[in-house]
C-alpha cells in the first residue's frame, strides 16, 4: 500500500489551505493542555500537541525525561486534526505532534507523508522491534516515520454488576449476542450505548463485525480492494451493516444514538444505566474513571459470526507520534522519542492506555481485560484497523456520515456502500 504515496506538498497544503478559518484554534488547545518540567536537565523546550486519549501516558513520560522541557496541549481528535493541519500547512507545526498510523485519516502517517513533513526516525533501535504485519502502519517506502507503543482491541467494554444481575455472559457468537441483548433489554437496561453524535464512534460497530463477516472468509481482502477486483458493495460490509441496523431495529440501542456523544456513551455503561459499548480498548481509562470502580469493567470480542471459529478481531496500531521534519529542535524531538522507544517507556505508554506493548519482554504485562483477545491475535484471527490500509482520508469521514445517515434513516445500505466505494476509488 505504501508504495504508491509520493510527495505531494502541494496537495496537503491545499487541504490545509481549507481549513484557514480555524487557525485560531490552536491558542485554545494550549489552554487544555500545561507545561511538564523535565527535572532540571535540559535547556530545550518542545512544544507537543496530542489527542486526549495520550495525555495519561505522556504527561507521566515527559515528566520522567531529563533532556527537555515541554510545552503540551491535548484536545479531542476532530479538533487536533483540525487544527494540527492548518498548523503543518502553516509551517509552524509543533516539535513533536500526534500522527495516526496508516493512511486513513486526515493527520495520519501516509497522508502527512506526502508533503514530506514528517522527519525519518529509521535509525533509531526501537524501530527493529516492530512487527513484520504492522510495518504499514509506520513505515513509508521503507522509512519509519511515527512512534507508536503498541496495538489496541476493538470490542465491547462491558458493566459487570449489569451483566451478573441480568444473568447473562459475555457472548461467544451472534447469535448469543442477540439473546443477551434481548434479555439485558427485558431487564430494564440499555443492552448497547452508541455514542454515534461523535462521529469517530459511528465506525466502531462496522469495524468489529468486518472481520468476521469479512476477513475471516477472505483474508486478501484489502490487496483485492486496492487492485480493483473486490468492493464494499459486494462484500460481507454489506453483512455488517445489516447486522449493524438489526442492532438498532430490535431496540438494543440507546434512544437517538446520533444525539448521544462519546462521553453520554461512557458515563451510561459506567454508571449502569446501559451494558455495553462497542468501543477501542485506549478508550478504558475514560470508561474506568466514570464506574465507581475500575473492577467494574471488563472487556470482550464482540462476535460477528454464528460460530465461534468464525470470530475475528480487529486489533490496530494505537494513535502515536511524529516529529515535524522543519522543527528547529529536531534533534531534540527524536532523542524524546528514542526514549519512548525504551522497553520500560513503551510498558508505562500501553499500561496507561491499556493497549499491547509493541514488544514485550520478561518486565511487560497486559492489562487483564485485555486477556479474551489474546488467543485471537496469537492465532492469527487479528486485522489492522480497516481504515489503514485505504487509499485517502475520505473514506473514513465517508464511513462515519454513511452510519450516521443509515441510524437517521436517511439513506440505504445500498447507496451507502456505493457511495464509499467511489470515494475508494477516488483519484487524488
Known sequence: MTSRFEPDRRGFLRAAGGLAAVAAMPAALVACGGSSGAGGGGSKTLRLV???????????LTKLYTQAKFTTSYAPTDQVETSLRTQLGAGNAPDVHVVYPGNGSAMSMAQIAQAGLLADLSSQSWTQLIPANFKSAFQVQGKTLIYS??????????????????????????????DVC???KKAGV???ALGAQTAWITQLITYALVPSTVYAKNPQFDSQMQAGSASFAQSGWRDAFTMYLDLQKRGFFNDNPNGTTFEQQTSMVAT??????VQVSAVLPDFRKAASSPDDLGMFPFPGADSADGVWIPAGVVVGLGVS???RNADAAKAFIEFLGKQENINRWAAAVACIPLHRDASSTIDPVLEPFLPFIEGNKAVPFMDQAWPNAEVQPTHFAVVQELLAGKTTIDKGLAKMDQVYRKKS
Request: proline share 5%.
Open 325 to 327: 521534519a522543519r522543527s
Open 190 to 192: 440499555v443492552p448497547i
Open 182 to 184: 434481548a434479555k439485558l
Open 50 to 60: 496530542g489527542v486526549s486519549d495520550q495525555q495519561k501516558a505522556l504527561d507521566e
Open 272 to 277: 449502569g444505566k446501559a451494558a455495553m459499548a
Open 149 to 178: 507503543a503498541g496495538s489496541s482491541v476493538i470490542g465491547a467494554i462491558y458493566n459487570k454488576k449489569v451483566f451478573q444481575k441480568a444473568g447473562v455472559q459475555p457472548p461467544k457468537t451472534w447469535t448469543e449476542l442477540l
